[in-house]
């Protein structure tokens, strides 16, 4: 059975660092991609970034110089790491498997806060 | 980065009825590989994104027919017939063809 976790603060104070963790289970991070997408309260959804399969990574360009996305194989675990926060980050991140027909199946997402 | 426009941001429709979304990128979605990386999800209120429709024209497993893809290049559609109470929602059209990867940003679909 294919399930993704998400898990990390609930609230982080602004210029900090996020760290979200997303762990899987019902398949291995190094046979199928991960992405990160992010939807801030009553807006639409925004692709974070993802790491492939193969272990290389892609960012959102906008996010790019504050991001980084990881993983630990033998946890079947992936990373997202943001620093810097401002209160526009603010909203629910979740992580999200690639099949070759595109998100199939989706972590309950982590509602982040950026507030002092 | 490619820009993904919906059009209409809010549409409402009559249960039975029939209604369309269109989805258009500031670049041509056809890969190199031949294929078109276009998607569409809908996102009920309060639950996950779902996944509809992939590669333009085909429907994900357990999609009812109602709902159908289309387009090519930089246009893109998807159409919703005989709409039920359980196809109100946000969607969103998603890119998987250019780096970074980019969502639309989503049509409202509302009970008239």
């Known amino acids: 059975q294919v399930r993704l976790k998400e898990s990390g603060p609930r609230l982080v104070q602004p210029s900090q660092t996020l760290s979200v963790t997303c762990t899987v289970s019902?398949?291995?991070?190094?046979?199928?991609?991960v992405s990160w997408v992010r939807q801030p309260p009553g807006k639409g959804l925004e692709w974070v970034g993802a790491?492939?399969?193969?272990?290389?990574?892609d960012y959102n360009s906008a996010l790019k110089s504050r991001l980084s996305i990881s993983r630990d194989t033998s946890k079947n675990q992936v990373f997202l790491k943001m620093n810097s926060l401002q209160t526009d980050d603010t909203g629910t991140y979740y992580c999200?498997?690639?099949?070759?027909?595109?998100?199939?199946?989706w972590g309950q997402g982590v509602m982040v806060t950026v507030s002092s | 980065d490619v820009v993904m426009t919906q059009t209409p941001v809010s549409l409402s429709v009559s249960l039975g009825g029939q209604t369309s979304i269109s989805c258009r990128s500031s670049?041509?979605?056809?890969?190199?590989?031949?294929?078109?990386?276009l998607y569409w999800y809908l996102q009920k209120p309060g639950q996950l994104p779902q996944l509809l429709i992939y590669k333009v024209s085909n429907r994900f497993s357990g999609v009812p027919d109602r709902f159908s893809g289309s387009g090519s290049g930089t246009d893109f559609t998807l159409k919703i017939s005989r709409v039920e109470p359980e196809d109100l929602g946000v969607y969103y059209c998603y890119q998987g063809t250019h780096y970074p990867r980019t969502f639309g940003g989503g049509t409202k679909l509302e009970l008239k």
């Open positions: 670049q041509s979605l056809v890969h190199s590989d031949g294929n078109t990386y």
């Open positions: 999200a498997k690639h099949s070759t027909v595109g998100f199939d199946y």
């Open positions: 790491i492939w399969k193969g272990g290389s990574t």
């Open positions: 019902g398949f291995s991070v190094t046979s199928y991609h």
